[in-house]
């Protein structure tokens, strides 16, 4: 287990602050010479840091030499941070030891590239409009949830007039006023909205038109919170620092399509490590939020291959 720490280029803004490096916590598993890694975010929305969380791994290193495996991990720790980094090890290990790419233990047939939207961090109107052009990306993610959205997507919307649009508030719109923000997104042809309320206060989308799709990613989880979210949200953030890994994103992922929600996969700020086993479950997503590497200064070895928008899948040098 170790702590690691990759600058971003600049710094990114969401509507709850700034961060200007990502901070990651490495789980690897290992027997002679095979070994398998994963990586993980601690968000301290989810009251997580990286030292709890890697203090939670080092107190996994006996029961793991004593034979704990991935099943029975999913019964030792909760969902969150811990869980995804050793159980993202648990496939890679598995993947290595046995031969058997992890995707192919997953149940695909095979790994397609897709295409990633690309995330513009919260800034004034002018600055998000000249990210927007300057990116030139097709699909665009617009970080919101501070006085002036609609401004900010006004700009962005003139700035790129061809890309799809994507808005995450993170939690930072009020119920009195989440109606006006969906009719100004509907206005500027945003595809979805991502998390417009606070997770204990969205309430209210069941009560309200939704003009735009509406993506629930700090109101969801796991499985375990997918009954809570139907008639408030017609889609689903499937993120693997919240699942606990990706053996629940996967079975999230099947049981949110069977309840009639679209998927989202999406990531923390993170290298292209964290990225690899998400590739699996964005498989099978309406929407791919896989940009993490893009925005640091430096990935790591064997790092994800982003050609503009697509992402390709890892390399086993890489995970899995
Ligand atoms: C910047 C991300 C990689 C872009 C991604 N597309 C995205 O929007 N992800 C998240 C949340 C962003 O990540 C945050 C927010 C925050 O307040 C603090 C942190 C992070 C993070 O990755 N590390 C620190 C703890 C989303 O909301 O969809
Ligand atoms: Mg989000």
New binding site residues.
Partial sequence: MRIERFPIAGS?T?S??S?TE??VVIAEVRDGAISGRGEC?????YGETPEAVAGALTEMAEEVAQGLDRDGLQRRLPAGAARNALDCAFWDFEAKASGIPAFRSAGLATLRPLDT?Y?LSLDTPDAMAAAARRCGRPLL?L?LGAPGDALRLAAVRAAAPAARLIV?A?EGWEPETVAAHFAACREAGVELI??PLPAGADAVLEQIARPVPVCA??SVHDRASLAGLVGKYDAV?V?LDKTGGLTEALLMAQAARTMGFDLMV?????TSLAMAPAMLVAQMAQVV?L??PL?LTRDRDHGLRYDGARVSPPEPALWG
């Fill in positions: 990114f969401i709850r602050g961060k990502a901070v975010v601690p968000y301290p929305r939207a995330t993610k970080k995450d993170n991502e998390q990613d700090e953030n993120k999406g990531c923390m700020l993170a939020d940009d993490g925005l």
